[in-house]
């Protein structure tokens, strides 16, 4: 095989220490393999970079290990090519392994041009992810501390969340406060609701009857103080955000439009696609990275279960929650192909093919910047048609009818 890269660096990676195995070859052929190790301090980090330099290093390539790859990278971007490789592709032989065998082969398969480096997207996009993903993580907190809550009044009789489907909703919270406040008297909390709520009145005074101890009022004060902590840094995030979207705000727009879309979740697919979208040669190859389309598993002409490969699971979790909100629009193409698939497929697997079909749109629409256009609930009725008829017909058939179908044109 031909050397592609006459100087480059192989890096193997751990959290206190980098061993890099520089290999340089010569015009005759000869080669030269140096090993050194460094610590990950910036200082040492920066010795590195100008060991490499020195060298004339033009490649660098590494295993995404964990986050420990980050600090390096960061180092190193802008001074020479850095490669981050998915560390499912450079197994080495087994048996032989350690830390300078690990840099010497992946300098090895470097210079032969023979790793596929990783999508790392530049340094806004970067920061937009983090951004993204931290509030991700708040609203998520914010989930589990609004289920700690429903556990505590469940253990205290009362079944307020089984009246009002919004927990944090107005007339909910105005009945928890008068529950910290001291006042137990049913018909008195159920009089708070308000809205809709108060055709509940007297469900609610049922369900307000219970055994509140000073434990549970401490549990549940500290749980809506949370609450209230965490929505304040949600709505935070949510500035912060917006403020640096504000050039791609028509995107967002745009993608705001897809039914079971809002703003959050077409911010968390700018974020983790990334603003240039051509860098992803088609729809198939996007869903593959995201891991969100059936692996092949094929071997002897016999196909097997293709279970889903690894990928970006912040944009797949996205992708699924706005599926689960587009399968609950009224006459929609994403609901229709929702019902068409979640009666022989199931549920999970309906919806993660409802979120392969937003993905795919998402693609389109960002690469062709237009508008989302509605297909309609009917449109697979309107394409098959015929085989829409027939199905029909026969179980009419099968229940003992005799049908003859008529235009209703005709019939006019």
């Known amino acids: 095989m031909n050397v592609i890269h006459p100087s480059c660096c192989g890096l193997d990676v751990h959290k206190k220490t980098v061993v890099a195995c520089l290999i340089v070859s010569?015009?005759?052929?000869?080669?030269?393999?140096?090993?050194?190790?460094?610590?990950?301090?910036?200082?040492?980090?920066?010795?590195?970079?100008?060991?490499?330099?020195?060298?004339?290093?033009?490649?660098?390539?590494?295993?995404?290990?964990?986050?420990y790859w980050k600090?390096?990278?960061?180092?190193?971007?802008?001074?020479?090519?850095?490669?981050?490789?998915?560390?499912?592709?450079?197994?080495?032989?087994?048996?032989?392994k350690t830390d300078m065998r690990?840099?010497?082969?992946?300098?090895?398969?470097?210079?032969?041009?023979?790793?596929?480096?990783?999508?790392?997207?530049?340094?806004?996009?970067?920061?937009?992810?983090?951004?993204?993903?931290?509030?991700?993580?708040?609203?998520?907190?914010?989930?589990?501390?609004?289920?700690?809550?429903?556990?505590?009044?469940?253990?205290?009789?009362?079944?307020?969340?089984?009246?009002?489907?919004?927990?944090?909703?107005?007339?909910?919270?105005?009945?928890?406060?008068?529950?910290?406040?001291?006042?137990?008297?049913?018909?008195?909390?159920?009089?708070?609701?308000?809205?809709?709520?108060?055709?509940?009145?007297?469900?609610?005074?049922?369900?307000?009857?219970?055994?509140?101890?000073?434990?549970?009022?401490?549990?549940?004060?500290?749980?809506?103080?949370l609450i209230e902590s965490l929505d304040e840094r949600i709505e935070q995030a949510d500035r912060e955000v917006a403020e640096r979207l504000k050039p791609y705000e028509e995107s967002i727009t745009r993608l705001d439009t897809i039914p079971?879309?809002?703003?959050?979740?077409?911010?968390?697919?700018?974020a983790e696609i990334g603003t240039d979208?051509?860098?992803?040669?088609?729809?198939?190859?996007?869903?593959?990275?995201?891991?969100?389309?059936?692996?092949?598993?094929e071997s002897a002409g016999k196909h097997f279960s293709g279970k889903m490969r690894k990928g970006n699971r912040w944009l797949r979790s996205a992708l699924v929650e706005a599926a689960n909100a587009a399968a609950r629009t009224k006459n929609t193409y994403l609901s229709a192909q929702y019902y068409r698939l979640v009666g022989r497929r199931g549920k999970p697997k309906a919806l993660v093919a409802l979120g392969h079909t937003l993905l795919v749109i998402v693609y389109y629409l960002l690469l062709r910047e237009e508008e989302y256009q509605e297909l309609g609930g009917n449109y697979f009725d309107e394409r098959d048609r015929q085989a829409v008829e027939k199905r029909l017909v026969r179980r009419l058939?099968?229940?003992?009818?005799?049908?003859?179908?008529?235009?209703?044109?005709?019939?006019?």
Request: glycine content about 6%.
């Open 26 to 67: 010569a015009a005759k052929g000869e080669q030269r393999k140096e090993f050194r190790t460094f610590r990950t301090m910036k200082a040492d980090l920066l010795a590195l970079v100008e060991w490499l330099k020195t060298a004339k290093c033009t490649h660098v390539a590494m295993e995404s290990t964990g986050v």
């Open 71 to 96: 600090p390096i990278f960061n180092v190193l971007e802008g001074q020479m090519e850095v490669l981050v490789v998915n560390a499912q592709h450079l197994k080495a032989v087994p048996g032989r």
């Open 102 to 225: 690990d840099a010497e082969w992946i300098a090895d398969l470097l210079q032969y041009g023979l790793l596929r480096p990783s999508f790392i997207p530049s340094a806004f996009e970067r920061e937009i992810r983090e951004l993204t993903r931290y509030r991700t993580r708040l609203i998520q907190t914010r989930s589990r501390s609004i289920n700690r809550l429903h556990k505590t009044l469940e253990d205290t009789n009362i079944k307020l969340t089984s009246v009002a489907t919004d927990i944090m909703g107005q007339s909910a919270q105005a009945i928890l406060k008068a529950l910290l406040d001291g006042q137990t008297d049913p018909q008195v909390l159920a009089e708070l609701a308000k809205g809709k709520m108060r055709a509940k009145r007297e469900l609610l005074a049922q369900a307000l009857t219970g055994t509140l101890e000073a434990h549970h009022r401490f549990l549940i004060a500290e749980h809506l103080t």
């Open 260 to 270: 079971g879309v809002n703003r959050r979740s077409a911010e968390v697919f700018l």
């Open 277 to 297: 979208i051509h860098r992803f040669p088609s729809a198939e190859h996007l869903a593959s990275w995201t891991g969100i389309c059936p692996g092949n598993n």
């Open 397 to 412: 058939e099968n229940l003992g009818y005799q049908v003859a179908l008529q235009p209703v044109s005709s019939a006019s």
